[in-house]
Nanobody
């Protein structure tokens, strides 16, 4: 079974940067996205990218700070996170879907196990 594998989480001070990676062997779904879930909150959409065209989509809360990109040769999608804030603290999940409803967690068909990002103030 295809698995998504995230890496790159960690502890960073507010204003700092991190880059998350998601290895997606086979690129079997049209869209790959990043979601996050903070303690006590619902999982929410962060950003997505369409494998074929490279078109990207981001939540308003991260626009201008987070950038999603892909490396087709490496079957890897990245989430570059700059100007991090304490409210960005969450477990970040990589997910993939063939549906065009890439913002809805329930529409995702594959999930990684998540990587923790902690932003200290």
């Amino acid at each position: 079974q295809v698995q998504l594998v995230e890496s790159g989480g960690g502890l960073v001070q507010a204003g700092g940067s991190l880059r998350l990676s998601c290895l997606a062997p086979g690129r079997t779904r049209r869209y790959l996205g990043w979601f996050r879930q903070a303690p006590g909150k619902e999982r929410e959409f962060v950003a997505a990218i369409r494998w074929s065209s490279g078109s990207t989509y981001s939540a308003d809360s991260v626009k201008g700070r987070f950038t999603i990109s892909r490396d087709n040769a490496k079957n890897t999608v990245y989430l570059q996170m700059n100007s991090l804030k304490p409210e960005d603290t969450a477990v970040y999940y990589c997910a993939a879907t063939s549906s065009s409803d890439y913002v809805r967690p329930g529409a995702m068909e594959l999930w990684g196990k998540g990587t923790l990002v902690t932003v200290s103030s």
